[in-house]
Nanobody
Framework: QVQLVESGGGLVQAGGSLGLSCAASGRTFSTYAMGWFRQAPGKEREFVAAISWSGGRKYYADSVKGRFSISRDNTKNTVYLQMNSLKPEDTAVYYC?????????????????WGKGSLVTVSS
């Protein structure tokens, strides 16, 4: 069983920056592809960013390209999401997720584990 715990959410003004972390339990974290999703009030959960097991491949939603950056540290069992140039429409609960795949790359088909989420609020 893997537990994912997000941290780093909060309130920030538009144009500001915020960093999220997701700490994972379990000895096989380095084999998982990891992703970030978000869910705004009244909207469906949407994909934000993902990273392969080695960090060599990264994927972003068009809405965050050039502003958000995903990274991971397998020695710390942690994945990060650095969010810059934040906009009010980025306001959401942000979730990290783990996808177990045959090659450790991200496919986005079905997540095996989810965190409980961290709220990010961007004021205008």
């Amino acid at each position: 069983q893997v537990q994912l715990v997000e941290s780093g959410g909060g309130l920030v003004q538009a144009g500001g920056s915020l960093g999220l972390s997701c700490a994972a339990s379990g000895r096989t974290f380095s084999t998982y592809a990891m992703g970030w999703f978000r869910q705004a009030p009244g909207k469906e959960r949407e994909f934000v960013a993902a990273i392969s097991w080695s960090g060599g491949r990264k994927y972003y939603a068009d809405s965050v390209k050039g502003r958000f950056s995903i990274s991971r540290d397998n020695t710390k069992n942690t994945v990060y999401l650095q969010m810059n140039s934040l906009k009010p429409e980025d306001t959401a609960v942000y979730y990290c997720a783990a996808e177990i795949t045959h090659d450790g790359d991200w496919y986005g088909y079905a997540m095996d584990y989810w965190g409980k989420g961290s709220l990010v609020t961007v004021s205008s």
